[in-house]
């Protein structure tokens, strides 16, 4: 990822903190030379100084098939909004787009329910409480004959992050009241896509004065 010094985000705690808020994420893989990318839910745990990644495709999906083969990419996205020129002080500027996006590389290595029933099972009921916790009494109902081919459907992967990219491009590179006026003007937005922009935004301000 392009990552110009005044967009950068070292901060573990805050791509970790912003990865979970936005679970639902691209996997990117190299499958037969070309890239392949899977949209999923996907579980983010530490463990020490690991960052692990926790999720699963369907069986018939071979994105699978490549993992252990080549890093594998997971990408993080957030509120992201247009910026208009007509916002700063200056009037010769270009117009641009804030947003927020964390990436995650690593190596994915996959276990299934034949090989490791208990882990499999874990990693969904962690999945539903994560996302549904109310389903959970649900699938304990189901018949142990359906709960075990659904999860005989599945592989089941974690990726240890060998590298953690945060860019959070938030007018940095503007003046500060360039900063707190386009701020001001997302705020005012309906939309949670482009108003979440201003609240990142707000709070960097915040933080940083």
Do not use: C
């Not at 990865?19 to 020490?48: I, Q």
């Not at 100084?49 to 071979?62: L, Q, R, W, Y």
């Not at 916002?87 to 990436?103: G, K, M, R």
């Not at 882990?119 to 539903?128: F, I």
């Amino acid at each position: 990822m392009y990552l110009p010094p005044h967009f950068r985000q070292d901060d573990r705690a805050k791509m970790v903190a912003f990865m979970r808020a936005n679970a639902f994420a691209t996997l990117v893989s190299v499958v037969d030379g070309a890239p392949f990318a899977t949209h999923l839910p996907l579980l983010v745990e530490e463990r020490g100084e690991d960052v692990v990644i926790i999720g699963h495709v369907a069986k018939p999906n071979t994105q699978w098939k490549s993992f252990g083969g080549a890093e594998s990419l997971a990408i993080f996205g957030g509120p992201h909004a247009y910026i208009s020129p007509s916002l700063y002080e200056e009037v010769e500027s270009v117009p641009t787009w804030n947003y927020i996006a964390v990436h995650a590389s690593g190596m994915p290595a996959i276990f299934t329910y034949a090989e490791a029933p208990e882990k499999v099972q874990s990693m969904l009921e962690t999945l539903m409480q994560s996302f549904e916790p109310a389903y959970l009494k649900q699938w304990e109902t189901l018949t142990e004959k359906y709960r075990a081919g659904m999860m005989m459907g599945i592989v089941a992967f974690e990726m240890v992050a060998t590298r953690l990219e945060g860019k959070y491009k938030l007018s940095q590179n503007r003046s500060l009241v360039d900063q707190e006026t386009v701020a001001e003007h997302l705020l005012q937005s309906a939309d949670p896509t482009i108003s979440g922009v201003g609240v990142a935004m707000q709070e960097r301000i915040l933080q940083e004065g």
